[in-house]
DNA sequence: TTGTAAGCGTTATCAA
DNA sequence: TTGATAACGCTTACAA
């Protein structure tokens, strides 16, 4: 029982093949009657289009590689809201996982043998000479989503980290804090543009930069209980923590809590992402909320402006992060 | 500046394309020195296979079509379990997210569109028909995880709920529990079974069953608080809560805290699935531990196990959850 | 409005 | 070990 092929419908109608076929497109050229009878055939024989010989043929691709960590949560909320985008363009998706087994440069090779017509590549964890060799092999439009700064090789969409953060710290400033600690993540690209906007605005304001660095880790809760466990074990504790994402934040504040040390009354602490973690009524996290539907249609606009346009230059879209405050900030202690 | 083709390899060293294609497939037919020059043409040329080529020619797929959906993270997991479970046996995965904009229905039918040899769908929302009905299109294997009985038109890999379920509220009972409640979300095709598996463990111990049904809801923390807020209208609150899953556990467990109740000091709660929620050591919840890597491997061999042999009767793989104690339950309340 | 012919990049079959 | 030829299912260009 062989999947049904347009010759299949084109015999039992009595037309050519290629009449079917501009049925089943909408292509003008064809009668009304010729489409009921061909689309009523398509129907009972239980027609489905078959993606390889259409992209084998097809000039123009209409799918878009989009690779992503499933692991990461952040980042499975940004593809949900790239397929509505897509689609509002007529392309669809075609998806790509990257693991603990498979690389970026892997999942992006994978979705290269689709032939997409552009390549969306979500927070991956790639250097900028890295991701500039991918492109060069892409021969396609290429954007990256999460980190990266302007360059002639890629689009770049991201969340203002150096923004996001000036916003915590600002926050925590106006609270009356002076000293602020900063949690970061030594090997995850975009935390390096998070930690300029903590040394700006800590340095803006004539306060110590107070960097806690957590090599060889990345965004994880143990990376924040690390940072936490460190921080315990100083002579005094700052007064509030910036954490560069969410789940760090998440790890500080365990620690911190089951040392005995409140929060937000002794310390103060903040995230990125606002991520389920951070609306957690128990964790109540003040945290800077980047918009996950706000990127992936970024993502989408930036990727189909350079489709078939390859004298169009790479560019940088800044989605802004907001401030969202909850119950993990306070005032610093009086002591 | 196209993209390279056999042809172009071939060509490139002076031999056929057939040629090219046997040594790129590693098939036996090509001498050593012939491997040797034709791989490193490919790897000048930038050589990618084309998948839409590919598929057309071959005579069996070597893709399994996954669908799930990107908003459970526990549905990630199983995807990311997946992956080195099907490269194992040589095959590559298709992903297609299902979405608020996209039914199980159109996902499963575009992976079908890719020509794969056989299907997984992840946490559908299709009821027993529905499914029967999407796979009397597919003519390909099709594999349920997550819920469904057994049945002759397709798998089913699910952890047995029933004795999730079970396991949590033997422990319960042992700690002294008589007035145990689950909550129930009746739109969740898998919840059916772990209702199941409540009703029994209460009735083999003599107890009274206390069913809250969510109706219109499902798997969400929204859906728990529901339930949390109908606990607290009554008169007399129940000693424990078990909730169908992780998210509804913490709704219970923050409209109870909210309101001044005590857990596990008042009312003990407890969750399915051992999710991430579940391990935050501010939530810390006993749960049953569903494990996504068994998952995952389970439905690889389910529908490798079919492809290819239409005669084979479909089956069903249960996983046995594993009871996790952590500190939202103890003993009732001395009242 | 419909049909004809060609070809996309690959694999499969068979002959050299 | 290698090469010629056909075929997969579809789209495109053009002729009827």
């Known amino acids: 029982m062989r999947e049904p092929t347009m010759a299949d419908i084109a015999a039992h109608v009595g037309v050519s093949r290629q009449l079917v076929s501009i049925v089943l497109r909408d292509m003008p050229g064809a009668s009304t009657e010729t489409r009921r009878v061909v689309r009523e055939a398509a129907a009972t024989l239980g027609y489905r289009p078959h993606m390889g010989a259409r992209s084998m043929r097809q000039t123009k691709s209409r799918h878009l590689g989009v690779t992503f960590a499933p692991a990461h949560a952040t980042e499975s909320d940004i593809v949900e809201a790239m397929y509505p985008a897509a689609a509002a363009h007529g392309y669809s998706i075609v998806l790509s996982a990257q693991t603990q087994t498979r690389t970026t440069v892997q999942a992006v090779e994978e979705v ?5 017509a552009g390549i969306v590549v979500i927070g991956t964890e790639l250097s900028d000479p890295e991701m500039s060799a991918v492109v060069a092999r892409a021969k396609v439009p290429v954007v990256a989503v999460g ?11 991201r969340s203002t980290g150096d923004v996001g953060i000036g916003l ?12 602020v600690a900063y949690v970061h993540a030594e090997s995850m690209p975009s935390a390096e543009l998070r930690r300029q ?60 809590s089951r040392a005995g040390v409140g929060v937000p009354s002794e310390v103060s602490i903040t995230g990125f992402d606002d991520s389920r973690f951070a609306q957690l009524s128990s964790i109540d996290l003040t945290t ?17 402006r350079r489709v ?6 790479p560019s940088v879209f ?18």
């Open 112 to 116: 290269l043998g689709y032939r997409c």
């Open 147 to 157: 980190s990266g700064g302007r360059n002639d090789a890629y689009d770049v969409v």
């Open 197 to 256: 906007g903590y040394l700006g605005a800590i340095g803006g304001a004539g306060l110590e930069a107070d960097v806690v660095s957590t090599p060889g880790r990345d965004y994880t809760e143990e990376a924040g209980a690390g940072a936490g466990r460190a921080l315990l074990d100083r002579a005094v504790l700052p007064t509030a923590v910036v954490a560069g994402n969410d789940q760090q934040a998440v790890g500080v504040l365990q620690v911190l």
């Open 318 to 335: 800044d989605v802004e992060p907001t401030l969202v405050l909850r119950t993990s900030t306070a005032g610093p202690r009086q002591s």
């Open 168 to 179: 915590v710290v600002a926050h925590l400033i106006e609270l009356g804090h002076r000293r």
């Open 308 to 313: 078939g346009r390859p004298t169009v230059p």
């Open 288 to 304: 800077a909320r980047q918009d996950p539907a706000q990127m992936g249609q970024a993502a989408v606009d930036a990727v189909l």
